[in-house]
Every structure is written in structure tokens, then in C-alpha cells.
């Protein structure tokens, strides 16, 4: 009996053994010094958010306070703090698109000397044991490498985003207390009680709703592979490549992998509806349910209105930063996905290895039509 589990664990890991080499390279240092300049940036994009939670309360304490000065003062601090924040996000898509774009062509390039090195893609292609390779090398290593960057950046800045703004959310907030059935109840830090509560639910809601996510978007992934694969199918009868086949026969192939990809395709609308569910609903809400926790106090004149608006400000960092994997759900299953199917073609061609047979030799004995997916 297959064990999926140790397939998905062999594919990690045949992936990771190889992309690794990127990062462990002589000349990484360049690589890991554009990271440290990365982190710097999160590092300061924080700093400047942190002044404009600030800037935000002040701004509105002048307008209830109807002060002019204080609202010019306020309004040419805020030039500054801008431009600090579109400079550094600039700075941040440059050093980002680099690293992407230096270890994808890294990974790409050993991907391809693979494949070629000992005529590989001849007895792969052969033997059917692969259904282009060539969508994995253009478009699964491109996911691979990409994401991962924007993951541990989103998580770097996540990280820091919770320690920051929760120290905000608990000297702003402060305590809670009302009566209960004849008690008095004594909250502290109440702001950060309840972002962690409804952070954790929707995290929760996310995890449970989208868990079939991955796999639908692997099979998404090989139906599309496989359409490519039959239209090739069909271009290389008409040149004469594979005469031994009949059109027909083609033909229904072809438009039986157009419905194939069109069933997966409906299958992952409707999951990302699900999820889009949940992830949707978060963003509406959070904002909404900071200022309804604010609200008694100010209403009881225990808050500003420039306190109430920065704590809202930091219940929604907070929670935006707690709930990275509701945000990053689709992506990161996507991420999954073209990962393993690198991984699969690492695989396939490491089987080939131990081979002794000639290309000549494979393309006599194997059979045109025999097509086997990737493990």
C-alpha cells in the first residue's frame, strides 16, 4: 500500500536537498547580505508604522480638541512619515524581486542540467514516467522559489508587528471592569485578551475550512500539465512525429484532459469561495470589533477619541499579524503544491540514474502512448 505521507516527505526533502545549495553556495554571501538589508527594511517599515499609530492618535485628539495648530503640526509630520513608508516599500519590492529572481535562476539552471546531463529527457520523456517536465521547470520552480521569500519576510514583520502593537494594545486599553450577577469583574490588558481569543478562532476556522486545499490545487496543477501534454500530443501527429496514432483517438484525449482541467478548476472555485469565507469575513470585522471594544470606554469618557482610533489601528496590526495564516492560506497551498511537484521530478530523474539501457535502446522497446504520472 502507497504511504502519501512518506511520498510528500520524500519530495520535501529531494527538493530542500537540492534548493539548499543556493543558500550554501561561495557566493551566497551576496544573497544573505540582501537578506540582512531586507530584515532592516521590515525592521524600519515597523518603526515608521509605529509613528504614524501616534501620528494617528494625535491627529485626532486635535480635531476633538478643535486645535489648528495642532492639526498643521500634525499634518507636516505626516510628510515625512509617508514618505519614509513609500520609500522603504519600494526598497522592499527591489531587494525581494532580487533574491526571487537570483534563486530561481539558480534553481532553474541546476534543474535543467539535470534533465539534459546523460540525455535524461530523452528516457524520461521515453518511458513516460514524466508529463512535461517542462511546465515544473517554467512555472512549478517559479512558485517554489518565490514564495518562500514572501513567507519569511511576512513572517518576520508579523513577529514583530504582535510584539510591537500588543504593548500599544495593553498601556491604551488598559483594564476592563464591569459588575457581574453582584460581582465586580477585573479584566487586565482586555484588548489583548480578545485579539488573541479571536485571532486564534479565526485561525482555527481557516485551518478547517481550507485543510483540502493543497491536495485540490496538486490535481489542479497535474490536469493542466496534462492538457499541455495532449495538445502536444495532437501538434506532433499532425507533423508526422507519432503516425502510429490515430487522430481520433487523439482528439478525444485532448478534449477529455479540457474537461478533466475544468472539473479541478470548479472544485478549487468552490473551495476558495470557502476560504475567501472566512478570510473576507476577518477583514470586515476586525476593524469593527476593535472599535466596539474601545467604544464603552470612550463613551464613558475614560478614552480619547485619538486613543480610541489608535487602539482600533493596533487590534487590527495585531490581529492582521496573528492571522498570517488566514491570509497566506491560498498561497501558501499553492507554495505546497509546486514545491512536491519539483521534488517529483527530482525524483523521476534520480531514477534514472542506475539506467544502463541507450536512448536508442528505450525508444525501440517502450511503447509511444504509455503515460505514467509523476510520483
Known amino acids: 500500500m502507497i504511504d502519501i505521507h512518506d511520498i510528500r516527505r520524500q519530495r520535501w526533502n529531494r527538493f530542500w536537498e537540492s534548493a539548499s545549495g543556493f543558500w ?10 540582501l537578506c540582512g538589508l ?17 501620528w494617528n492618535r494625535d491627529f485626532f485628539n486635535a480635531l476633538e480638541s478643535r486645535s489648528p495648530a495642532q492639526l498643521k503640526a500634525e499634518a507636516l ?12 516599500a519600494v526598497t522592499s519590492v527591489w531587494g525581494r524581486m532580487t533574491v526571487q529572481r537570483k534563486w530561481r535562476e539558480w534553481m532553474t539552471t541546476h534543474l535543467i542540467d539535470y534533465w539534459i546531463d546523460h540525455e535524461r529527457y530523452a528516457r524520461l520523456t521515453v ?17 517554489a522559489t518565490d514564495a518562500p521569500i514572501d513567507f519569511a519576510l511576512g513572517l518576520v514583520s508579523s513577529l514583530l508587528t504582535a510584539i510591537i502593537f500588543l504593548q500599544i494594545l495593553w498601556t491604551t486599553g488598559g483594564n476592563a471592569e464591569f459588575r457581574l450577577f453582584d460581582h465586580q469583574i477585573w479584566i487586565p490588558g482586555y484588548l489583548v485578551g480578545s485579539v488573541i ?29 496534462e492538457l499541455i501534454n495532449a495538445a502536444n500530443l495532437l501538434r506532433d501527429l ?15 484525449g485532448l478534449r477529455g484532459a479540457l474537461q478533466n482541467v475544468l472539473t479541478q478548476w470548479r472544485y478549487l472555485c468552490w473551495q476558495l469561495m470557502r476560504t475567501t469565507l472566512v478570510s473576507h469575513g476577518n477583514t470586515l470585522l476586525a476593524p469593527i470589533i476593535g472599535l466596539v471594544l474601545c467604544a464603552p470606554k470612550f463613551l464613558a469618557g475614560a478614552m480619547t477619541l485619538g486613543e480610541l482610533t489608535q487602539a482600533a489601528a493596533a487590534f487590527t496590526l495585531v490581529q492582521s499579524s496573528f492571522n498570517w495564516l488566514v491570509d497566506n492560506y491560498s ?6 503544491s509546486s514545491l512536491e511537484r519539483v521534488g517529483g521530478l527530482l525524483l523521476s530523474l534520480d531514477r534514472l540514474n542506475g539506467e544502463k539501457r541507450t536512448v536508442a535502446a528505450a525508444k ?5 502512448a504509455a503515460v505514467k504520472p509523476l510520483p
Open 197 to 225: 481569543i479571536y485571532s486564534g478562532g479565526v485561525t482555527a476556522v481557516m485551518v478547517l475550512v481550507g485543510s483540502p486545499l493543497t491536495r485540490i490545487i496538486q490535481i489542479k496543477n497535474q490536469t493542466e500539465a
Open 331 to 336: 498561497r501558501l497551498a499553492d507554495w505546497v
Open 77 to 88: 509630520l505626516l510628510i515625512p512619515l509617508a514618505g519614509a513608508s513609500i520609500l522603504l
Open 24 to 33: 550554501l553556495s561561495l557566493a551566497s554571501w551576496r544573497i544573505w547580505l
Open 238 to 252: 499532425g507533423e508526422g512525429v507519432v503516425p502510429e496514432l490515430r487522430e481520433a483517438d487523439v482528439e478525444r
Open 127 to 143: 518511458e513516460g514516467e514524466q508529463t512535461i517536465p517542462e511546465y515544473r521547470i517554467a512555472t512549478d520552480v517559479r512558485i
Open 364 to 368: 525501440r522497446d517502450a511503447p509511444v
Open 38 to 54: 531586507l530584515v532592516s527594511v521590515v525592521v524600519l517599515q515597523l518603526y515608521v508604522q509605529f509613528r504614524l499609530n501616534y
